[in-house]
């Protein structure tokens, strides 16, 4: 059974989740959203639209590539294309999980990766 190991401003935890669980149902149903603050009642409930639920994932996920919609949202404000995809960002309601996953939301109301952080190891290159 694939375990989330997620880091978040709200706090840590290690969740079981099953393979072909959506990232964001897994996070929610374990009462570790992947949004923050206001996000977690403003949000598009999984339409991909709002951006609120990105996070750094590290590990497989179907889809492994980025959804037309990830591509769409990850690549304007507050998020940015080129800083998301050296982080690894994926939008949690766009992926499902595939196996063990190291998941990481940064704070603020979207979560995007601020200017100046340095990339991550594990992103996709
Ligand atoms: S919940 Fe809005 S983009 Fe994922």
Same mark, same amino acid.
């Given at each position: 059974m694939p375990v989330v190991r997620l880091s978040s401003p709200a706090g840590d935890a290690v969740i079981e989740a099953a393979e072909g669980d959506l990232l964001r149902d897994v996070l929610r149903r374990a009462g570790a @959203?992947?949004?923050n603050g206001r996000a977690r009642m403003l949000n598009c409930k999984g339409l991909g @639209? &709002?951006?609120? &639920?990105?996070v750094s994932v590290a590990g497989p996920v179907e889809p492994a590539a980025l959804t037309r919609m990830e591509r769409w949202r990850l690549g304007f404000p507050p998020h940015d294309a080129q800083r998301s995809r050296a982080a690894g960002m994926r939008l949690a309601c766009q992926v499902r999980i595939g196996g063990d996953l190291d998941v990481r939301k940064r704070p603020g109301f979207w979560g995007a990766v601020p200017d100046g952080e340095a990339p991550c190891a594990t992103a996709e290159p």
């Open positions: @959203s992947p949004h @639209s &709002c951006g609120t &639920c990105a």
